[in-house]
């Protein structure tokens, strides 16, 4: 079974700074998919970025960023130029690539944006 | 692109009382949907995976005839929770997926809160 560690429960950035969730996770496949999903108060999940785990280039979806380290099974998001929009619960998940595969989800960090 | 609805948002139910929830891909076939369940402070927990047309497969724990599933076609899912129960009260989301990318991403419904009595 795959395993998805989020350690930091709480974190809290200033607007305009940058701040870096960590996720690991463990997995005996050798491709699989990484999530990271954003939930804010409204409590609707918002997919901020995916990655393919056979691709090496980190993807990159305008001010958020992944730095995946594969041998480390390693997958933190980077948010840069925070905004107060960005206060959020934020989830890592791990999917097996086949169709009809859940998410396994990490427990969550929850990030607060301060003026 | 790639929206899903859920109804209702929230009810309030007497306890003994069955509850249908609707999930709703707007724009999408969904091959595959999902039901979670969601503790106050908590990670997303899988209840249960429904393909279109065949029976919904329920993770360890899950009461199958508690939680009943039906995905009758590729833009609707339904949970049914039948004879509530305090304990039910819970945030209830789906998500559907439909091969739309390389990563078969999810995409998630608004949630339902369910409260019983």
């Known amino acids: 079974a795959q395993t998805v560690t989020q350690s930091q429960p709480e974190m809290s950035v200033q607007e305009a700074e940058t701040v870096t969730l960590s996720c690991t996770y463990d997995?005996?496949?050798?491709?699989?998919?990484l999530f990271w999903y954003k939930q804010p108060p409204s409590r609707q999940m918002i997919l901020v970025i995916r990655?393919?785990?056979?691709?090496?280039q980190n993807a990159t979806e305008n001010r958020f960023s992944v730095n995946f380290q594969k041998a480390a099974k390693s997958f933190s998001l980077k948010i840069s130029d925070s905004q107060l929009g960005d206060t959020a619960m934020y989830f890592c998940?791990?999917?097996?690539?086949?169709?009809?595969?859940?998410?396994?989800f990490g427990k969550g960090t929850s990030l607060l944006v301060t003026p | 692109g790639a929206v899903v609805s859920q109804h209702p948002s929230r009810v309030i139910c007497k306890s003994g009382t069955s509850v249908k929830i609707e999930c709703r891909s707007l724009?999408?076939?969904?091959?595959?949907m999902f039901w979670y369940r969601q503790f106050p402070k908590q990670s997303l927990m899988l209840m249960a995976t429904?393909?279109?047309?065949?029976?919904?497969?329920?993770e360890q724990g899950v009461e199958k005839d508690k939680f009943l599933i039906n995905h009758a076609s590729l833009t609707l899912s339904t949970l049914t929770v039948t004879s509530a129960h305090p304990e039910d009260s819970s945030f209830y989301i789906c998500?559907?997926?439909?091969?739309?990318?390389?990563?078969?991403?999810?995409?998630f419904g608004p949630g339902t809160r369910l409260t019983v009595l």
């Open positions: 998500s559907a997926s439909g091969g739309l990318d390389s990563t078969d991403t999810q995409y």
């Open positions: 724009d999408f076939q969904a091959t595959t």
């Open positions: 998940a791990f999917m097996k690539p086949y169709s009809g595969y859940a998410l396994n």
């Open positions: 990655q393919e785990a056979y691709k090496q």
């Open positions: 429904s393909n279109e047309g065949s029976k919904a497969t329920y």
């Open positions: 997995t005996s496949e050798s491709n699989y998919y």
